[in-house]
T-cell receptor, first 114, second 116 residues
Framework: EAQVTQNPRYLITVTGKKLTVTCSQNMNHEYMSWYRQDPGLGLRQIYYSMNVEVTDKGDVPEGYKVSRKEKRNFPLILESPSPNQTSLYFC?????????????FGPGTRLTVL | AQSVAQPEDQVNVAEGNPLTVKCTYSVSGNPYLFWYVQYPNRGLQFLLKYITGDNLVKGSYGFEAEFNKSQTSFHLKKPSALVSDSALYFCAVRDAKLYNFNKFYFGSGTKLNVKP
């Protein structure tokens, strides 16, 4: 089954404790992206990656890092989380061929930073 | 600047009645436009897209949307609402301008409530 997986699904942590949210896809898509969803603000793009070793900033990259060492994985790293990074995070891939321009989203990771 | 506006936080409609969820956008170049739906505790699911061609596009679950260039709008519609359509709907845009092509912009979302 074609899917995007994220881990963990829920995470409660404390300010300053480094964390990584993993994202993996089995669709061989080149483009991957991270979003955060906040009430009243919708989804905002954090980082995206066009392919392995190619990443770029979205609209709200401050406080986040990403890496793309292999095609299927695109982890989101918070080196020193702060309470304003409490949010719902989604990883997404971009389809090819008949699904070109369609994004496939993971189930989300709810992060709380105390 | 690129942006998407969904002016209604919530839309209430009775089952069987037509529904409209509004979206307007602002981009530098030609827009690629999308609608996504989010059910509780789930990721977003693609509904439909406008890239080029016919202004009226049809998508999943009986939804359709009309691209209006002069009004910079892309409203989502369905002729007859179902209770199961109740969810959070997001409009999104991709700017065809090359320097901005890899970014996506989403609206703030509209909660659709369909009452029996």
């Amino acid at each position: 089954e074609a899917q995007v997986t994220q881990n963990p699904r829920y995470l409660i942590t404390v300010t300053g404790k480094k964390l990584t949210v993993t994202c993996s896809q089995n669709m061989n898509h080149e483009y991957m992206s991270w979003y955060r969803q906040d009430p009243g603000l919708g989804l905002r793009q954090i980082y995206y990656s066009m392919n392995v070793e190619v990443t770029d900033k979205g609209d709200v990259p401050e406080g986040y890092k990403v890496s793309r060492k292999e095609k299927r994985n695109f982890p989101l790293i918070l080196e020193s989380p702060s309470p304003n990074q409490t949010s719902l995070y989604f990883c997404a891939t971009l389809g090819r061929g008949v699904t070109y321009n369609e994004q496939f989203f993971g189930p989300g990771t709810r992060l709380t930073v105390l | 600047a690129q942006s998407v506006a969904q002016p209604e936080d919530q839309v209430n409609v009775a089952e069987g009645n037509p529904l409209t969820v509004k979206c307007t956008y602002s981009v530098s170049g030609n827009p690629y436009l999308f609608w996504y739906v989010q059910y509780p505790n789930r990721g977003l699911q693609f509904l439909l897209k406008y890239i080029t061609g016919d202004n009226l596009v049809k998508g999943s679950y009986g939804f359709e949307a009309e691209f209006n260039k002069s009004q910079t709008s892309f409203h989502l519609k369905k002729p007859s609402a179902l209770v199961s359509d109740s969810a959070l709907y997001f409009c999104a845009v991709r700017d065809a301008k090359l320097y901005n092509f890899n970014k996506f912009y989403f609206g703030s979302g509209t909660k659709l409530n369909v009452k029996p």
